[in-house]
């Protein structure tokens, strides 16, 4: 096993920062090293916005839910998928490109582009000693933030990443087991094996949330994600994928 295996092994989400500015030297190379992520033809599209104006930090915050650590870290980082740079440089080429980039397929690129551009980020983070934590709940209120963030067409917020120096360390959260997350040459379809593996892994799950919130919580995983997933939840994103231009075909 080597450092970066260590790294990568000893990743758990962090909400509670110290007040610690990230320098900018270590946004930089935080930055630098999401832009050496792979990405689909070269293609790069995504844009990494940095916020640091404290009121629109707070303004995050309430957008994503009022989540604390939204506000309070040492610097927030918003992931978009960018397809608006391929309209420009189809302009500056004289080329029409508005089909293809406004096809589902270069939307998925382009959220595909942005999360593999976030997880080089978030390792090359944790590399440092500092913490991480993905906030989907931008996704909420996903056209206040674009218009907090002046995005243009083609540009929509994926994701945001809170990053800092942790002020406490939650333990690691076992993940699923791997016979149900790797399968050889097809997919697995023995539903008793499979089934077992997941009550095997809500054990797991159930005495890590009980040890956590000293017997407060024992959900199992499947009984969360039932929960989770029995309502459908931000049905507005269509929508606005569309009016800014996105998955249109």
């Not at 404290?54 to 918003?78: D, I, S, T, W």
Request: with cysteine; glycine share 6%.
């Amino acid at each position: 096993m080597n450092t970066v295996i260590e790294t990568l092994l000893d990743h758990r989400s962090i909400r509670k920062f110290t007040e610690k500015p990230l320098t900018n030297e270590q946004i930089e190379m935080i930055v630098k090293s999401a832009q050496m992520a792979s990405t689909s033809s070269f293609i790069q599209a995504y844009t990494i916005i940095g916020v640091k104006d404290r009121v629109k930090k707070q303004k995050l915050a309430e957008l994503a839910g009022n989540q604390p650590y939204v506000e309070n870290n040492g610097h927030f980082f918003v992931f978009c998928a960018d397809l608006h740079r391929h309209k420009v440089a189809g302009h500056m080429e004289d080329t029409d490109v508005t089909a293809s980039i406004e096809s589902t397929e270069k939307f998925l690129v382009a959220a595909v582009d942005a999360a593999l551009a976030a997880q080089n980020a978030s390792i090359a983070a944790e590399s440092m000693g500092l913490g991480i934590c993905y906030i989907g709940g931008l996704r909420n209120n996903i056209e206040e933030v674009g218009r907090l963030l002046n995005l243009p067409d083609y540009v929509i917020p994926v994701f945001g990443l809170a990053v800092g120096e942790p002020a406490d360390r939650s333990s690691v959260k076992p993940r699923l087991p791997l016979s149900n997350v790797y399968h050889e040459d097809q997919y697995e379809q023995n539903e008793k094996a499979f089934n077992r593996g997941l009550e095997e892994y809500n054990g797991v799950i159930s005495a890590y949330y009980d040890l956590r919130t000293a017997g407060k919580r024992k959900d199992r995983w499947t009984e969360q994600m039932a929960n989770m997933l029995k309502e459908p939840k931000r049905l507005h994103m269509k929508e606005y994928l569309e009016k800014k231009g996105l998955m249109k075909h």
